[in-house]
């Protein structure tokens, strides 16, 4: 068993991915929250329309910024840049 980093929930050494080049060496986030990151990344959904029976719940590390559905679908609640390391101080 090993603990995700990002969620700090216990889970199955199998539910984490390993790196590609370091052979043996896991990666410190579980597949889930890999997966998270990776299409946050890509592009965050806005505007979203539910499914039927599509069900949301916040993002661990994420709350209040992106929340995922029982469908896999990731959507944004407000324009945020995480990528941008720029820092703006527009008060
Ligand atoms: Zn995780």
Do not use: Q
């Amino acid at each position: 068993m090993k603990t995700c980093s990002k969620c700090k929930i216990e889970k199955n050494i199998t539910d984490f991915g390993m790196h590609k080049k370091a052979l043996k060496t896991y990666h410190y986030k579980c597949k889930i929250c890999t997966n998270i990151d990776l299409k946050i990344k890509d592009k965050p959904i806005l505007d979203i329309v539910d499914l039927p029976d599509e069900i949301w719940v916040e993002v661990k590390g994420y709350e209040g910024l992106y929340e995922i559905s029982n469908m896999c679908r990731i959507k944004s609640l407000k324009k945020v840049f995480l990528s941008k390391n720029k820092t703006t101080n527009d008060n």
